[in-house]
């Protein structure tokens, strides 16, 4: 079903996209909403709103995609399970389509132990997978999970997300097979730093002809400090940095060492770009979407298609 998507659009034209992510504030200031999206507007094809990343208390996402809106963005609001019922989850998935927001990003969430409310509990009434069914089915058959109809369904594109570095490996392609059977039609993955890996993953996704069924977009990073990129290799559950990304960052002055690491980004950004069934990049640049323009331009992706 079509939607009004203008990623979709993209996605379908066989052009190659490139979506953005901003972070809400722990607060009620819009105005780092506004200011994040002058750095992304124009430069990225949408941008996700995460919605309590790390389990932190943030501005809602739907709100947020709402003042990105308002700012000319191109919104992919963020829904995860940790927090609300299939009641709640499908009254906020009415409830955005309803407001013009057209992408969605199903997500089971982080653990609230690891944010800032450790002893809240979690909901957990359903998985990424499920919710991806259950939006689904709102969608294509104007269904409720419960069995109710609906007068008019909320018409979205719907994303996921997909990790190919966790363990077990050969079991990543299943999962992902899993998310395309239920209703997926993008996938978002991980941040991938080790590119060998990540070819072999998408070897193993063509080989089961999934390329063919869901646009696959590349997750991408810059990495600011070497500090950061240790931080990500020995502590983030499912993410891959290999030894010689963070000795490339030492082979350089300590001053440029942000500058070296927007350089692997671009780098790994031409080099998935090679691999067949790669339909964009996700680029996520979280408390630094100024380097956005930046990254995007040096990897050749500027202008960015127009469509109707």
Known sequence: MKTESKLERI?????????????????????????????????????????????????????????????????????????????????????VSALGINNLLCLTGDHQVFGNHPMAKGVWDLDSMQLIKMVKDMRDEKKFQCDDEMDMGPRLFIGAAANPFADPFEFRVLRLANKVAAGADFIQTQIIYNVDKFAK????????????????????????????????????????????????????????????????????????????????????AIEWEEVVHEIVEQAGLLPRPQVS
């Open 201 to 284: 993953w998408m070897e193993a996704v063509r080989e089961k002809g999934l390329h063919e069924q869901v646009k696959i977009l590349a997750g991408v990073a810059p990495i600011k400090s070497i500090g950061a990129a240790r931080y990500m290799q020995k502590k983030v559950p499912g993410m891959d940095v290999p030894e010689e990304i963070i000795d490339r960052l030492k082979g350089v002055p300590k001053e440029d060492v942000s500058k070296e690491g927007i350089k692997v980004c671009v780098d790994i950004i031409n080099q998935v770009r090679e691999i067949k069934g790669v339909a964009g990049i996700h680029l996520m």
């Open 11 to 95: 996605l379908e034209s066989g052009q190659f996209a490139v979506t953005g992510e901003l972070g809400p504030p722990a607060s009620t200031n819009a105005e780092v909403i506004r200011q994040k999206a002058k750095y992304l507007k124009g430069n990225v094809d949408a941008v996700n709103v995460t919605d309590g990343q790390t389990a932190v208390v943030r501005m809602s996402s739907w709100a947020a995609c709402i003042l990105g809106k308002e700012e000319g963005l191109e919104p992919t609001v963020q829904m995860t399970c940790r927090d609300r019922n299939r009641i709640a989850l499908q009254m906020d998935i009415l409830g």
